[in-house]
């Protein structure tokens, strides 16, 4: 969760994002990224919650969560052992062995300086990176305006930031595929009736029933499903987000 989405936040985590967890760990895990000694470096962490996860249900020594907004009042984000998350302000000087970027390059405004500079400084040779970003320019919403995205990216520019960074790609697809008409649609609605900004700050909150809950994390459970088949047939299926696990090139 972004920091800024975090401040209204009952602790019910949306399926949205209990899904994208679920799915991002099994991809680690089918590509042995979540056991020994493996280093981690969760870049842009927000309140993090999903290296939380990730120490709670793996094998893993200490995660170093880097994210530029941490301060004094940050450490009660740290619920969890603090012997499994470290929380840092500044970049780290050491290297990793699995360097994470979820939904935080839409973020940076020189993202290729940015991705390039991570690789480099902290992300030993060899090492795999696991990026994600929100999909379809056209799709450019108030939402993300609120997010301070700079952009959302397509397929061929996503490709690029990977390529200019100096990684090979092993895996990539898209993900949540069934949300991308209610985001056109709703993005649709907001162009043409000019909406104004909303008054009240969004946030992940999730208020919903437990017989709604189940039937929304169900649907995206299965839209998981299609994204991982997708992507091992090499299948560029589109969604609401883009990602790739990649390598660093010798």
């Not at 399926?15 to 799915?23: C, G, M, N």
């Not at 919903?208 to 992507?231: E, F, Y």
Request: proline letters at 6%.
């Amino acid at each position: 969760m972004d920091l800024r989405e975090r401040a209204k936040a009952t602790g019910v985590r949306h399926p949205w994002e209990r899904t994208r967890f679920a799915f991002f760990q099994d991809l680690l895990r089918d590509n042995q990224q979540l056991g020994g000694q493996q280093k981690i470096l969760d870049v842009g962490s927000g309140d993090a919650w999903f290296s939380g996860q990730l120490a709670l249900h793996n094998p893993l020594p200490r995660i170093t969560c880097w994210d530029m907004h941490y301060d004094q009042e940050s450490a009660d984000l740290l619920q969890i052992d603090p012997a499994a998350i470290e929380l840092c302000s500044e970049r780290p000087q050491e290297r990793y062995d699995l360097i994470m970027l979820l939904d935080v390059l839409e973020h940076v405004k020189d993202d290729v300086a940015f991705l390039r500079e991570t690789v480099k400084k902290n992300l030993r040779p060899g090492g795999h990176m696991l990026v994600s970003v929100p999909a379809w320019k056209q799709l450019h919403s108030e939402h993300d305006r609120w997010l301070q995205h700079y952009r959302r990216y397509v397929p061929s520019e996503f490709r690029h930031a990977m390529t200019q960074a100096g990684l090979e790609s092993i895996q990539k697809g898209g993900l949540f595929h069934s949300l991308l008409v209610p985001r056109a649609l709703g993005v649709l609605k907001e162009r043409i009736l000019r909406s104004a900004p909303a008054s009240e700050e969004p946030t992940l909150e999730w208020q919903a029933g437990p017989l709604v809950d189940r039937a929304v994390s169900t649907a995206l459970r299965a839209d998981n499903w299609l994204s991982k088949t997708a992507s091992n047939i090499g299948l560029p299926l589109p969604g609401l987000s883009l990602w790739a696990l990649c390598r660093a090139r010798a």
